[in-house]
T-cell receptor
Framework: GAVVSQHPSWVICKSGTSVKIECRSL??????MFWYRQFPKQSLMLMAT?????????EQGVEKDKFLINHASLTLSTLTVTSAHPEDSSFYIC??????????????FGPGTRLLVL | TQLLEQSPQFLSIQEGENLTVYCNSS?????LQWYRQEPGEGPVLLVT?????EVKKLKRLTFQFGDARKDSSLHITAAQPGDTGLYLC?????????FGQGTELSVKP
């Protein structure tokens, strides 16, 4: 259980185009999902919290008009990188909040999306 | 602001050696998770600890949660090349996870 998928797994695009990344919780409903960005050999940096049916909450320094988040259902959140530039190239990972079998809340992560902007 | 200090950040050892990774904070966490991540993949949850002082074992991996719920450790016995990866600790706080910097472990055959 607690499987989270991401699509696409990798994408190459030209500078100035927009890219949409989907995050789905496959076997549970997730009212809250999270979007992270990760640079090579570094930890995860939280970009925003995605809440079903309401606006996303962005972390300080993350441009909400640049990284559009939509959480239209209990199993799907999307991240759109608008007018992508080479500096947006990164590994984007989503997670969905769920309950750990050991008690307490935890997050289940998707496999990530590698974005390369040329 | 809650912070998690993870150490060491890099560790390169020979197969068969033991190692310990530490995760420390000045803040109390309601729970703490350990993840393992391989290149090009998302983090995979290894364990969640919720009770101060608890110890959990997962085969050759032993996880401890400090009595005050401010720190945790991951001990690997007789490391194998398959243990190579990025190990991340993360603490629950305000609905979000606070991540440590990660420990890049390389186990050489």
């Amino acid at each position: 259980g607690a499987v989270v998928s991401q699509h696409p797994s990798w994408v190459i695009c030209k500078s100035g185009t927009s890219v949409k990344i989907e995050c789905r919780s496959l076997d549970f409903q997730a009212t809250t999902m999270f979007w992270y960005r990760q640079f090579p050999k570094q930890s995860l940096m939280l970009m925003a919290t995605s809440n079903e049916g309401s606006k996303a909450t962005y972390e300080q320094g993350v441009e909400k008009d640049k990284f559009l988040i939509n959480h239209a259902s209990l199993t799907l959140s999307t991240l759109t990188v608008t007018s992508a530039h080479p500096e947006d190239s990164s590994f984007y990972i989503c997670s969905a909040r769920g309950h750990s079998t050991e008690g307490g809340e935890t997050q289940y992560f998707g496999p990530g999306t590698r974005l390369l902007v040329l | 602001t809650q912070l998690l200090e993870q150490s060491p950040q890099f560790l390169s050892i020979q197969e068969g050696e033991n190692l310990t990774v530490y995760c420390n904070s000045s803040s109390v966490f309601s729970s703490l998770q350990w993840y393992r991540q391989e290149p090009g993949e998302g983090p995979v949850l290894l364990v969640t600890v919720v009770t101060g002082g608890e110890v959990k074992k997962l085969k050759r991996l032993t996880f401890q949660f400090g009595d005050a719920r401010k720190d945790s450790s991951l001990h690997i016995t007789a490391a194998q090349p398959g243990d190579t990866g990025l190990y991340l600790c993360a603490g629950g706080g305000g609905g979000k996870l606070i991540f440590g910097q990660g420990t890049e472990l390389s186990v050489k055959p």
